[in-house]
C-alpha cells in the first residue's frame, strides 16, 4: 500500500482509539458527570458514618452537588470527620442539616443536605453543626426487638 | 546412574530457562538503547503500526462487541434474582474497563499480531536477511527490532480502549434495546460507579504493561528462533503460549497491586 494510505489509516486507527477512551472517560466514568476543580470545603461531626466512603456523593434535594474528601476519627470528640468538597454554584445557609442517607433498602451511603433558613451562607472551612448519624440496619431491629419484648403479653 | 541423570536434567532445564530470561531481559534493554534512532525514522513505526494495530482492528472490535454482548445477557440473568436490573451497567462497564478490556484485546493482539511479529522475525533470520543488514552497518535491532516494539506499545492501550467502549454499547444493546433495563439507570449508576482514576486509569496502565510483555516476548522469541522451518514455527507458537501466561500472571500481579485491598 502506498504511504499515504498507510499513514490516513494509522491516523484514523489513532483517532478511534483516542475517540475510545474521552469517551470512557465522559460517557462511562465520572469525569464528565461532576467537576471537583472549582469547590469550597466544608466538614461535620457524625456519632456514626456506617458505610459512607470517601467519594461518596453528596446531594440536596437528590442533585448531586459534591463528593465525600476525607473520612477521619476525631480522637478529641471520638467522632467521624466527614469532609466534603460542595461545588461553588451552591451555596448553602450556615444552619443547614446534613444526614447520612441510603439510596434504596440495600443501596449505596451519600450525605443529604436540608438547606435552613439563616441569612449566612457556608464559607470554605466551615462545620455544619447539625447532624444525623447513618441508620444502622441491626440497632434497628434490636430497638424493635426491645420493644417488642417489653410490651405487656396478652 | 538413572537418579543423577534426572536431576542433571532438571538442572538442565532451569539453567535454560534463566539463561532465557537473562536474554530476553537484556534483548528488552537493548531496544530500549536502539530505540532513539527508529523515533528519528518514524515512518517505520508507522508502517508497524498499521500492520499491528489496524489489522487488529477488525478482530478487536467484533470481539469486544459479543464480550459486551454476553456480558449483558449474563448479567441480566444474575441481577434479575436480586432485583437489581438497574445496576448491568455498572456491572458490564467495571467488567469490561477494569479486567476483560485489557487481558481480552492483550490475548487477542498476542495472538493476532505477537504471532505474526514472532514469524516474520524468525523468517527473516532463517533467510539470513538481519546478517544482510549487519553486513551493511545498519543494525537490525534498530532498523527491524524497536519499530516493531513501539508500535505494539503505542496500539496496545488503544486497542484496549476500543475493545471496552464498544463491549459498553454491546451491553447497552442486548440490555436496554433487546431487554428494557431502563435507559437512565444505566447510564447513571455506571457513571456513578466508574472512576476515571481507580477504574478507567488503571485499565489503560494494564494493557501498556501487557502491550510490553507481548511485543518483548514476541520480538524475543523472533530473534532468538533456530533458523528453520521448524524452529520458526516452534518460536510462534512459544509466543502465544507464553505471552498469554505472562498476561494472565501480570494481571492477578497488577490487579492485586490496583484493586487488592480496598
Partial sequence: ???????????????????????????????????????????????????????????????????????????????AKVVMSIDKRYQFSRDTISKIQTSGLLGEQYVGLDAGGDAEMLKDGDQLKKTQSAMVLEDLIGKFLYSKAEEPAK | MPAAKAIRGIGHRTINAVWRIGMATRFFFLILAYSGSSFRRFHLIIKELFSTGVMSLIIIVVAGLFVGMVLGLQGYETLKRYGSESALGVMVALGLVRELGPVVAALLFASRAGSAM??????????????????????????????????????????????????????????????????????????????????????????????TAVTVIALFEGYDAPPTAEGVSGATTRTVVTSSLAILMLDFILTAMMFGGS
Fill in chain 2, 118 to 211: 514472532t514469524a516474520e522475525i524468525g523468517l527473516m533470520k532463517a533467510t539470513e536477511q538481519l546478517s544482510a543488514m549487519e553486513m551493511m552497518a545498519v543494525h537490525p535491532i534498530a532498523r527491524i527490532v524497536a519499530p516493531r516494539f513501539w508500535a505494539g506499545i503505542i496500539s496496545m492501550p488503544l486497542l484496549a480502549a476500543l475493545f471496552s467502549a464498544v463491549g459498553v454499547f454491546g451491553g447497552y444493546f442486548v440490555g436496554v434495546v433487546q431487554i428494557g433495563v431502563d435507559e437512565g439507570s444505566f447510564w447513571a449508576q455506571m457513571q456513578a460507579a466508574v472512576d476515571f482514576e481507580h477504574d478507567i486509569l488503571n485499565g489503560v496502565i494494564k494493557s501498556f504493561v501487557f502491550g
Fill in chain 1, 1 to 79: 500500500m502506498e504511504r499515504t494510505g498507510i499513514d490516513l489509516w494509522v491516523g484514523m486507527f489513532v483517532v478511534a482509539g483516542v475517540a475510545a477512551l474521552v469517551m470512557l472517560a465522559m460517557k462511562v466514568g465520572n469525569l464528565g458527570t461532576y467537576n471537583v476543580s472549582d469547590a469550597y470545603k466544608i466538614h461535620a461531626y457524625f456519632t456514626n458514618v456506617g458505610g459512607l466512603k470517601a467519594t461518596a456523593s453528596i446531594k440536596s434535594a437528590g442533585v448531586l452537588v459534591g463528593r465525600v474528601e476525607s473520612i477521619t476519627l476525631d480522637t478529641q470528640r471520638y467522632e
